[in-house]
Every structure is written in C-alpha cells, then in structure tokens.
C-alpha cells in the first residue's frame, strides 16, 4: 500500500508550488485530483455522456468537448444540479485518484486535493498537508496570477472552507506567507519525516 500525503490549500495558497518542489527535488510522485477531474469528462467518457444525456447537447462545445464555463454557471445557480453532478463524478474521481496511486513507485506520494476538506477526502490519505498563508495573501495572489478584481477573488475565497477549517485537519502545515525560498527547507523536513513514517529511510 502506497503511503499517501493528502496536500490540499486554498486558491493560490501555493499547492502546484510546493508539490512541484517535492517532485523536482525529491521525485516523489504527485496524483492530481484536478488533472482527474479533468480526465473523467474527456471526449469519449462514461462522465461526459452521462453530463451530455442529463444537461442535453447544448453544454457540449462544437468540437465535443465539455463547455465547462456553462457547466459553471449551471450549478453555480442551481444547488440541486451540483448536487446531481457531484454524485455523478466523484465516486469516478476517487476511484481513478485511487488507481493512480497504485501506480506509484516513489517511497509515498503526494495526492493533491484542493477541496480535500469541502469534500470529506480526509480518509483516502495516511496523513494531511496544508499549505496555509493569510488570506489576504491569497487573494493578492489570485489577483495577480488570474488577472481577476478583489471582489472576485473574495468571493470565490469565501465558497471554500476556511483557513481555519483546513487547519483542525492539518498533520502538517507549510507556511507559505514568505517568499519562494523558505518553502525548501520546510518541504526538505517534511519530506524526511514522511520517509521516516513510511519506513523508507532504513
Ligand atoms: P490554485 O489552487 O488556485 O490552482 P495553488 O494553490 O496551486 O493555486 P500556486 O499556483 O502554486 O497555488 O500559486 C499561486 C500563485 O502564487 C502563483 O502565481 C505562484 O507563482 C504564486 N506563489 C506561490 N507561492 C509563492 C510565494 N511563496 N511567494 C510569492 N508568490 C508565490
């Protein structure tokens, strides 16, 4: 059984940045619930045909694949629509999630859940990491990478958990509030810990 760090965050708090450090630094594998996500509504999929046959043809783009702007707005205004979806695709995505980690090879690795705690996916990793930064950091840096104003920021800051929430789950946390050059060595810490647990450092 491959022994699994849950690496979750909020948006911009920094997860792409440090999962990309343990895998530069140390090639520990990442499993990516959004690339997943992403897989399992490809062209040709149980998923897509199942959102086609549900929402009708018109949340396809001309070249047949998923119009995700639209699918957005849909269950952004309709509770019952995302509730519809989520039952859908989740059960989907965990199992793909738990077949790529069987494919693994490095001593454990990194499964990277940005709604890890949204969505109760506490119990499909042995331990939890959060990146954690203030949140008016978060928004600065979703301002920045996305080009989008304060408010919008705010607001998509405002339908995750909170700082607070992810935190009462944390294992381990990864302050992520100074520049790029302090993440290393916390990353190398914790990276010699996880090899101490998972019984690879003998
Ligand atoms: P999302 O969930 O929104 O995709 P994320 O949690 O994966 O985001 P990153 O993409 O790693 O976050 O980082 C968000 C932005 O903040 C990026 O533009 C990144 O370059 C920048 N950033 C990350 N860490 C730092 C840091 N310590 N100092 C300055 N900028 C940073």
Request: glycine share 4%.
């Amino acid at each position: 059984m491959t022994f699994v760090v849950g690496l979750t965050g909020g948006i911009a708090s920094g997860k792409t940045t440090v999962a990309e450090l343990f895998h530069q630094h140390f090639a520990i594998d990442i499993v990516d619930a959004d690339v997943i996500a992403r897989e399992v509504v490809a062209p040709g999929t149980s998923g897509l045909a199942a959102i086609a046959e549900h929402f009708g043809q018109t949340i396809l783009n001309a070249d047949g694949t998923l119009n995700r702007a639209r699918l957005r707005e849909i269950i952004f205004a309709d509770p019952e629509e995302k509730s519809w979806l989520n039952q859908r695709l989740h059960p989907m995505i965990r199992q793909k999630m738990q077949i790529a980690l069987t494919h693994t090879t490095s001593p454990y690795a990194l499964l990277v859940i940005p709604l890890l705690v949204e969505n109760q996916l506490q119990s499909m990793a042995n331990r939890i990491l959060v990146v954690d930064v203030a949140e008016a950091i978060q928004i600065q840096r979703t301002m920045a990478r996305d080009g989008i104003s304060d408010d919008h920021a705010q607001r998509i800051l405002s339908a995750q958990a909170t700082r607070a929430e992810r935190l009462a789950v944390a294992d381990d946390v990864i302050d992520n509030s100074a520049e790029n050059d302090q993440l290393l060595s916390q990353i190398t810490t914790l990276h010699q810990k996880y090899l101490a647990m998972c019984g690879k450092n003998l």
